[in-house]
């Protein structure tokens, strides 16, 4: 009886256990990226140096572009373990996007059958921006938990269940989300349940769930982390927060500025491969009105309105839509579950099984024409995986076995992810930092050499992480870079830039190291 209970638990939990086994080894494996991971580790190092709390500084500037909690997270993980773990931070962005599915499966636990719902997982454990937002260390998937929590409270209640318990959790999951990224936090919640309730016609009924309560947790917790704001770092950086990095990034972005239609062009690849079937799932269900249910409505109404309020704001990219993937996927569910629309179904499994067979002969051919840089034999393995699920996908689809069908595509994804990423080590000195900072100190520590410079390397001032020091970033537009130069020093530069340059000409430079794209300069005195 134990071992059946046993195996049950195993057979329901069988999408996430193989979910979170594909994305070990991209923690294990990868390095930090430059730009974003780094730069948060940069910050984390400043604060923890400076006794920060609240307001951050980035290389001496201020930094108020995201609220403390994931720096907090930052900062918890360098105290603990005395180093920044990639592993420690990644359960951040794993175990939000495991929480995800499983709150948006139980939403769904009366409405749908288990496969239906098991596709559901499997298409959104699969999107690619899904799964992509869960292996990179940042707030968003931690964000986008906290606002699919307040959103589904919202939903209890609106269903009957107002009590203290859910009153008291439905604005704290909102500030959460406010405290984990910023505005969109209570904009998703606030704009998405009034939407709702206009359709529902029961407007009147707001004040049940954004009344008196809702509004004091949220303003005394917001007054707190302002006044906090405002003793550490003075009027100019509460400024800066309140405005700057809110009302003008939605009126007149200065980063990732976007025009209106940008999601609706993104999108097909953002939740690739499902794109085609669940994009045609979503319009026949609105042409043929197939959306009577009360909790499909809300999903649509959440998507619709998240669409239009991300589309509205001046600053776009393509993670900043990660709340609405969760909502357009359950939508597809119920046209996915009709008997109608057999052809369109067929066609938006059938081309991504396509593209996924294919995908082995491809690097057949890119191996033949450049055999060093395809002779990893995980990628190749991984391949032949993608290539084996797609022909069994196709061979379901034809069989009209659509929801069968989707679980190779799904499997055999994860799959090649899990195996592809033993292959991230090879590829360190060309994503990441790591490698060449590790030979630099060395050098230096062996040379008694104590400056460091960059040139032409973008986010390397974020080298302090693995340095323990400043990097000078020499100006691209300098015509001499070497008069910046105070030898003894090490630059780091590529190759390329450093013949282009003649660095070496005076004879009091060397090239003592090249890892992948970058090379390390030795300047004597």
């Not at 499983?102 to 596709?119: F, P």
């Not at 809300?298 to 704001?313: G, K, N, Y």
């Not at 076995?401 to 292959?423: D, H, M, N, Y």
Request: glycine residues 8%; hydrophobic residues 50%.
């Amino acid at each position: 009886m134990v071992n059946g209970t046993k195996k049950n638990i195993l057979a329901k939990n069988a999408e996430y256990l193989f979910f979170l086994l594909s994305v070990i080894p991209v923690f294990l494996f990868r390095d930090f990226t430059p730009n974003n991971e780094l730069k948060y580790l940069s910050i984390a190092d400043e604060a923890i140096r400076d006794g920060n709390i609240f307001a951050f500084m980035n290389h001496g500037a201020a930094y108020a572009d995201k609220p403390p909690l994931y720096i907090w997270i930052v900062m918890l993980g360098k105290l603990i373990f005395g180093k920044h773990s990639l592993p420690f931070l990644g359960l951040f962005s794993v175990i939000p996007s495991l929480a995800i599915v499983r709150i948006m499966d139980k939403w769904v636990e009366g409405l749908y059958s288990e496969k239906v719902r098991q596709a559901g997982r499997i298409m959104l454990f699969t999107s690619a921006f899904y799964i992509g937002s869960a292996v990179v260390l940042r707030m968003d998937m931690l964000m986008c938990m906290f606002i699919v929590l307040s959103l589904r409270t919202f939903f209890i209640m609106f269903n009957g269940g107002i009590n203290l318990r859910n009153r008291l959790l439905f604005p704290v999951f909102i500030f959460l989300a406010v405290f984990t990224k910023g505005p969109v936090g209570i904009l998703v919640p606030l704009f998405s349940t009034v939407a709702f309730l206009i359709i529902r016609k029961q407007f009147r009924s707001l004040g049940r769930y954004w009344g008196w309560l809702t509004w004091v947790i949220l303003i005394l917790l917001s007054a707190v982390w302002f006044g906090c704001v405002y003793l550490e770092g003075g009027k100019e950086y509460f400024n800066n927060l309140i405005f700057n990095q809110t009302v003008n990034r939605a009126v007149d972005s200065f980063h990732h500025k976007a025009p209106f239609y940008y999601y609706l062009k993104t999108v097909w690849y953002i939740i690739a491969p499902w794109s085609l079937l669940v994009i045609g799932c979503v319009v026949v269900g609105i042409i043929k009105k197939s959306y009577a249910n009360l909790t499909v409505q809300f999903f649509l109404s959440v998507f619709t309105v998240t669409l239009f309020m991300l589309s509205a704001i001046s600053s776009k990219i393509e993670i900043y839509f990660l709340p609405a993937v969760p909502f357009l996927i359950y939508i597809a569910l119920p046209v996915l579950d009709g008997t109608g629309s057999m052809g369109m179904k067929k066609t938006g499994i059938a081309i991504p099984s396509i593209i996924f067979t294919a995908v082995f002969p491809v690097l057949l051919v890119l191996k033949r024409q450049n055999p060093d840089e395809w002779s990893g034999v995980f990628f190749m393995v991984a391949g032949v995986i993608l290539s084996l699920s797609g022909i069994t996908s196709l061979y379901l689809t034809f069989r009209d076995k659509i929801f069968i069908a989707v679980r190779p595509v799904g499997i055999g994804f994860l799959t090649a992810v899990f195996i592809g990423s033993f292959s991230l080590k090879d590829f360190g000195t060309e994503t990441g930092f790591a490698v060449v900072t590790g030979a630099a100190k060395e050098y230096a520590d062996n040379n008694y050499i104590s400056n460091y410079y960059s040139f032409k390397i973008r986010s390397a001032e974020n080298m302090d992480v693995y340095l323990g020091k400043s990097v000078n970033v020499i100006d691209t537009q300098e015509q001499d870079p070497l008069r910046l130069i105070n030898p003894p020093a090490l630059l780091f530069i590529r190759k390329y830039d450093y013949e282009k340059e003649g660095m070496g000409r005076n004879g009091n430079s060397e090239i003592i190291g090249t890892y992948g794209s970058y090379s390390i300069v030795v300047f004597k005195n």
